[in-house]
């Protein structure tokens, strides 16, 4: 959001990291579900426009200190367990779709393969090959899987 506000305004940039501070801890985040402001105090933001369509909090200015912090507590608690679960959901999605294309393709035995021949030659592997080792790409079966 800031390099977006330096980017428009590049003069005046640094009167805008108020505002886009506001409005980056006032935002849901995906990877929590929550907002910034609500995790850290356990309440949304009150904005100017709440004010005018007469949209109220519940009051908890009236509860007795003891009560309002154990109300607190629970509230707190329950929005980070809320947040260690999805962002948790969210990890494991974003490993699988990493590994999907991180660990290239799988091999089983038997499979024909394309391998670099100087390789077989470095690397003294034992494979069945249909044609000629002195070419740069040379078919072969794999016979066995190394791990």
């Known amino acids: ?9 590049p003069l005046n940039w640094e009167s805008y990291i108020r505002p886009v501070c506001f409005a980056y801890n006032t935002s849901i985040h995906a990877l929590t579900g929550f907002t910034p402001l609500y995790l850290m105090y356990g ?3 009150r904005l100017p426009i709440d004010l005018t369509f007469g949209v109220t909090s519940s009051s908890l ?3 007795f200190p003891l009560t309002y912090s154990r109300h607190m507590q629970l ?4 929005a980070y367990k809320k947040a260690r679960d999805t962002l948790g959901d969210v990890q494991r999605r974003q490993k699988m779709l ?5 660990h290239g393709p799988s091999y089983k035995e038997g499979d024909k393969v394309l391998l670099y021949s100087t390789l077989v030659l ?3 592997v034992s494979c ?3 044609g000629p080792v002195h070419t740069k790409l040379s078919p072969y079966y ?3 899987i190394i791990k």
């Open 61 to 63: 200015s009236d509860l």
């Open 1 to 9: 959001m800031l390099a977006t506000s330096a980017k428009n305004n």
């Open 43 to 45: 309440r949304e933001a």
């Open 128 to 130: 069945i090959t249909h």
């Open 122 to 124: 470095l690397l003294n």
């Open 75 to 78: 509230v707190l608690h329950y």
């Open 142 to 144: 794999l016979m066995s």
């Open 98 to 102: 990493y590994d999907r294309k991180v």
